[in-house]
């Protein structure tokens, strides 16, 4: 059976495939830079991030994923494992604010429910 997503996980998925595509080109044209010999430096990197919109890509990642994680706490209220371990998940969501790992680890059991929910 095809898994379906949430709204929320499909924005996300679109964000994180664009800010891929984006920082993906910033560093071919730093290569371009560099295989033409040309010194980069950080007005270079400035120029070419803004050129490429990569500040913007980042932020809208950055909005999906809160939003996708906004979706979870949802998403999980009615789950038993979450009933189960209230104290734990709450926790996890409270370490998201200030723990990349933490917040990747939600994001990728964001990713795994299989709820109809927006």
């Known amino acids: 059976m095809k898994k379906k997503h949430s709204k929320a996980q499909i924005d996300y998925l679109a964000s994180r495939e664009h800010f891929l595509q984006i920082s993906n080109q910033a560093d071919k044209r730093i290569a371009d830079l560099k295989e033409a010999g040309?010194?980069?430096?950080?007005?270079?990197?400035?120029?070419?991030?803004?050129?490429?919109?990569?500040?913007?890509a980042y932020n809208e990642l950055t909005q999906a994923e809160n939003l996708l994680i906004n979706w979870t706490q949802v998403a999980i209220k009615t789950e038993p494992e979450f009933i189960a371990n209230r104290s734990n998940f709450e926790e996890l969501y409270e370490r998201v604010k200030t723990d990349a790992e933490a917040r990747g680890a939600l994001l990728n059991l964001a990713m795994r429910l299989n709820l109809d929910l927006a």
Request: hydrophobic residues 35%; without cysteine.
């Open 38 to 56: 040309q010194e980069v430096g950080q007005a270079e990197l400035e120029d070419i991030i803004e050129r490429v919109g990569l500040h913007r």
